[in-house]
């Protein structure tokens, strides 16, 4: 019994770290969890992006973004910079929800909840 409580306790704080898809996006760098680049091309993004409209839909690390208003509200802070060499995460933004989720599962770890 106490190895499935374990087992259960783990799981929930695992799942709840994952969970980090709405993000504030900060007005400078040194004020941001993640540097991050929208790219041009498909091709070159680590992860695709469709921002959704309600907040309830962004609960899961899977590249859907709902963009807060406050940053006390935020699972991420990011920061958009200037070229693609400056940023963590290149991110390329696609029109369709079922098109959203991460290319290179390397770097899903930059967006697990920070706080």
Known sequence: MKKILLILVLFVVFFSQT???KVYVTKYESQADVKV???KYESQADLKVYVVKYESQAN???GKWYFVKYESQADTK??????ESQADLKIYYVDYESQAGWKNNNKKYL???KH
């Open 19 to 21: 969970q980090a898809q």
């Open 37 to 39: 680049y929208a790219v």
């Open 60 to 62: 899961q690390n899977n």
């Open 78 to 83: 990011i920061y958009f910079v200037k070229y």
């Open 111 to 113: 967006m697990y909840k």
